[in-house]
């Protein structure tokens, strides 16, 4: 890892003092799923929410929830939203949010490390690992602190209830199972005093 992106530890410890909230204008969750065997399709939701406490002392008490409305996936396609959002995807009008709670932390918080949670999808939970990388930490032109994260996973579609497919006249699938994840977030606490 690059030396400048490092946080001193001071830096560090003092990420336990009170809760990060997630800045919902500068964090992407975005997707990737294979399309008819020969393209990759991606999309995003247009907003997450969430806090992140975490005390390096004890890595296992990290405290990390992070919500995402459904109903704003976006793959730059109405008509394949529309069909994202029904009852043959994520079914919103029963599960209308995907959440995602953050168990414990596996390595250095000033690096790369592995985040364990569970992840909700779908009315569906499973233990799901994210790679992250630091990406440093700053005061902003207004005082409030902030630190910058990018992480990246997979999961299995079908492990969330989430099958809908079509087999193909020349064979194989319209969609692919593995869906690959990549998140880039900041964090934000605001200036004390």
Do not use: C
């Not at 630190?147 to 209830?161: P, Q």
């Not at 099958?163 to 977030?185: P, Q």
Request: charged share 25%; glycine share 10%; no cysteine.
């Amino acid at each position: 890892m690059a030396k400048d992106r490092q946080m001193p530890d001071a830096a560090v410890h003092h990420i336990a003092l009170a809760p990060w909230q997630i800045d919902t204008a500068h964090t992407e969750v975005e997707f990737a799923i294979r399309h008819l065997m020969i393209s990759t399709v991606k999309g995003r939701f247009g907003s997450v929410t969430g806090r992140v406490s975490y005390d390096p002392a004890n890595p296992g008490a990290v405290e990390l929830e992070v919500s995402i409305p459904v109903a704003t996936v976006d793959t730059r396609v109405e008509p394949r939203d529309a069909h994202l959002r029904s009852a043959d995807f994520f079914d919103v009008e029963k599960y209308p949010v995907i959440t995602y709670v953050g168990r414990r932390v596996e390595g250095d918080v000033s690096g790369d490390f592995v985040v364990v949670g569970d992840l909700t999808i779908h009315g569906v939970t499973h233990e799901v690992h994210l790679n992250v990388s630091a990406e440093g930490k700053i005061i902003d032109p207004w005082g409030n602190e902030r630190l910058g994260f990018s992480a990246t996973g997979s999961i299995d579609r079908g492990d969330f209830d989430l099958r809908y497919n079509a087999t193909l006249e020349s064979g194989g699938v319209v969609l692919g199972e593995k869906v690959k994840l990549v998140i880039n977030t900041e964090l934000m606490r605001p200036k004390q005093g």
